[in-house]
């Protein structure tokens, strides 16, 4: 049986186990913490939801690197948070040349209905995925990853305008610099303070970085797992938001990253079933 059969199989399988499946928000009070071992996540219920490969378009995982992912929703009225868990048996929190990132992702349809495509929406018919990347959190937790850190015996060459020891970002911060590495954008989407990207799309192969990136979150790794913590205003100032909020209910899907099994872009699984989405008053 070739790969592309089997991830067929896991397809309906996948889409025949989530189907029907329910995730509360709960109301809770007071600011929601990034951190995934906080105590108001005790009060959430926790929904298991099956994975399958991407096999709708190139390129593909017709494997299973993960299978399922756990998750949790809470809500202040403000703001609405997700705790993502699932089994990683390794850690990889580099994005370099052959070797990947863990990541996942939550994806909202920006019109609360099951008919937009799970598959990233389509045109006219919007979707917002939260992104998470370990590769980000390593750089917010230990530092910028650059060349000296991932490879300490590295010889280095002279960068114009910036300052030894060449740390990114403090040391291309001047006009100059940032020109040489591709300007202020380029500059202000790697040096965000956060390990979350908002993005938003209609159809496969049109994702786009939102101008307003006002999400937060924080992943931790412990004991073959990682919890990750992803939350975001539900409405965002000068930018476009989903329609969701308090007593209102929507849709929601998940998506993961295996980095040591080559999975980036296209390559992931994912749950190919909208989950509703009931986010308390």
Excluded: C
């Excluded at 298991?48 to 490969?53: E, F, N, Q, R, S």
């Excluded at 799970?118 to 937790?141: C, P, S």
């Amino acid at each position: 049986m070739n790969g592309l059969v089997v991830g067929f199989i896991t397809f309906l399988a996948g889409l025949a186990l989530s189907f029907g499946l329910e995730l509360v928000s709960v109301k809770v009070k007071g600011s929601i913490p990034t951190d995934p071992f906080s105590k108001v996540w005790r009060k959430a219920k926790a929904v298991k939801v099956p994975l399958a490969g991407q096999t709708v378009t190139k390129p593909m995982e017709v494997n299973l690197p993960v299978s399922e992912i756990t998750v949790k929703s809470v809500n202040n009225g403000k703001e609405i948070a997700f705790l993502l868990i699932w089994e990683d048996k390794t850690q990889d929190r580099f994005h370099l040349i052959n070797k990947f990132s863990d990541a996942v992702a939550v994806q909202i349809p920006y019109e609360p209905s099951a008919d937009v495509p799970i598959t990233m929406g389509d045109k006219e018919k919007r979707v917002l995925i939260l992104h998470w990347t370990a590769f980000r959190q390593e750089n917010i937790d230990n530092g910028y990853s650059d060349v000296a850190k991932i490879h300490p015996n590295y010889a280095y060459d002279w960068y114009p305008h910036a300052k030894p020891p060449y740390r990114y970002p403090e040391d291309w911060a001047n006009q100059y610099a940032l020109a040489y590495i591709g300007g202020e954008k380029v500059y202000r989407k790697n040096t965000l303070k956060t390990p979350i990207r908002e993005v938003v799309a209609e159809g496969y192969g049109s994702s786009t970085w939102k101008d307003v990136q006002g999400a937060d979150g924080k992943g931790v790794y412990r004991n073959g797992k990682w919890y990750v913590v992803i939350k975001r205003d539900f409405v965002e100032e000068n930018t476009s938001n989903p329609e969701w909020g308090p007593g209102k209910d929507t849709f929601v899907t998940f998506a993961v990253w295996d980095g040591s099994s080559g999975n980036r872009g296209a390559r992931k699984v994912l749950s190919y079933q909208w989950i509703k989405l009931r986010i308390e008053r």
